[in-house]
């Protein structure tokens, strides 16, 4: 066979190698004992689904949807969408599941690939990795605050210190209605100063138009109408409850009427964590209240909060303020045979270890001793187990404590319980 061109990842996805995984599973792990604390259940649902949930629930007006989402053709001709954000595939699982029956509230997390056809750049990728949780079937402002904790639990707990959550709220429909007209007559004014997308946004979605990041729409976006301003009374109590509930958990916080969220179906409650350890301060995680999305999918009314964001940026931010993700997995004892001739007894030595739970490197290549014990140290090991023909005569294995240069002999039927105990020390 002929040497082949090598294949190459597709563009704006990436590896996450060996030495780096511990990284992601760590966050994973905090996210996870952080859900625990909340008490969610974990909800998994496919990486595909049909594109029309999407459609449907972000809005076909909406980037994700007209320039970002992977949509294809199966082979039966199903129009499908590798999923480009969590929430919808979540809703459309509890309505479809039923999870309503039987619990007035429920609370599910995710963390799993997505994917938006983006153009690639360093921290974004077309396949990136998300968490996030959802409150299902309360509007209470209770919820919100819980939420905005969880979020604000995460962040110290992973040890982050350099950020800001920031708050508001975008009103219901009503609100909307009045606001957007103003957004509109104090846009038109300027029309021929906005970018093309935002000339679009301001027949669609006036509201768009102040998260665009043309530095021209930016400074208008500045002097536009506030979102608070236009609050209904029920809209502006929810809001004062959920700062007052915030406030009694002695949760920082900022107001920012320019928080409006990428997608739709928000309503009301909208937040972000920002990270202010950069100049370009971007989100760390950001959520939102859809109380009208589930029925807009078919489901009973049912309002709902919730929040994402993006391990990539977490890791980021937390090598930028130079935070321990734990530690790259090791072995905790190396089995060395000292001779060719012991190879076979070493290896069941490995694997008795192995099966009392032990972590056990066995080298099998390499056949001198200097040469197994510098991959020993090498590979981290706190112990090697050393079976050598004297070893094999006497039944039993000498262990070499690596840190400490002490080592001594014991019965081979003993070896799992003493490493056992020693391997507990060290952990
Ligand atoms: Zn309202
Ligand atoms: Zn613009």
Known sequence: MSKQKMIKAPRGTYDILPDQSYKW???????????????????????????????RSVGDQTDIIEKEMYKFKDRKGRLLALRPEGTAPVVRSYIENNLRAGNSISKLFYNGPMFRYDRPQKGRYRQFYQYGIEYIGTADPFA????????????????????????????????????????????QRYTDQLCSDCQKRIKNNPKRLLDCKVPNCKSLADNAPSMLDYLDEKCQEHFEQLKSHLDSLDVDYIVNPKIVRGLDYYNRTAFEIIDIATEAQTALLGGGRYDNLIEFLGGKDTPAIGMAGGIERLIAAMEKENLP??????????????????????????????????????????????????????????????????????????????RKEEQSRYKNDEIVAIMNEKCKKHR
């Open 25 to 55: 599973a760590w966050i994973s792990d905090k996210f996870k004992q952080v859900a625990a604390s909340f008490n969610y259940l974990e909800l998994v649902t496919p990486i595909f689904e049909s594109a029309q949930l999407f459609e």
């Open 325 to 402: 993700f734990g530690e790259q997995p090791k072995p905790d004892i190396y089995v060395i045979n000292n001779d060719i001739s012991t190879k076979k007894e070493a290896m069941l030595v490995t694997a008795k270890l192995r099966k009392n739970g032990l972590k056990v490197e066995f080298e099998i290549e390499k056949n001198s001793f200097n040469k197994q014990f510098k991959a020993a140290l090498k590979s981290g090991a706190n112990f090697t187990a050393i079976i050598g023909e004297d070893e094999k005569n006497t039944d039993t294995v000498t262990i070499k404590n690596l």
């Open 144 to 187: 919100d605050a819980e939420v905005i904790l969880f979020s604000d639990y995460l962040m110290s707990g992973l040890g982050l210190e350099k950020y800001r959550l920031e708050i508001n709220s975008i009103g219901c429909s009503l609100c909307s209605e009045q606001y957007n007209k103003a957004l509109v007559t104090y846009f």
